[in-house]
């Protein structure tokens, strides 16, 4: 989950514009009635475009040009490999936000 993290703060600090300050917040909250854990990691940059934030964890999707845009997918295949799931949305005014959500049970299994 550490390489997660990495990557989405590089993800979010290479997609910001020069020279513009860039805040990140990572929360973590556990939902006892849903019975999941849930990692929210949110920006104050610039946001997905919308025209593709429906396929940002896709292979090859970047909006920079030094990108291979495998950064997002690299990070939902991490996800998924610890049997969770990952969303993409944008914050008003503006900003990205990532949301994790994990199985409490799942999550327990793994740390024994």
Do not use: C, M, W
């Amino acid at each position: 989950i550490s390489r997660v993290l990495i990557n989405l703060i590089k993800n979010a600090t290479e997609a910001k514009k020069e020279n513009n300050k860039l805040s990140i917040k990572i929360k973590s909250r556990v939902l006892k009635k849903e019975g999941i854990i849930r990692l929210t990691i949110i920006d104050d940059g610039n946001g997905f475009p919308e025209d593709i934030i429906d396929k940002v964890f896709e292979p090859y999707i970047t909006t920079k040009e030094k990108s291979g845009g495998l950064g997002l997918a690299i990070v939902q295949n991490i996800i998924e490999q610890h049997d969770g799931q990952i969303f993409a949305s944008n914050v008003k005014p503006h900003g990205a936000r990532i949301t994790i959500e994990f199985s409490i049970i799942d999550a327990l299994r793994e740390v024994k």
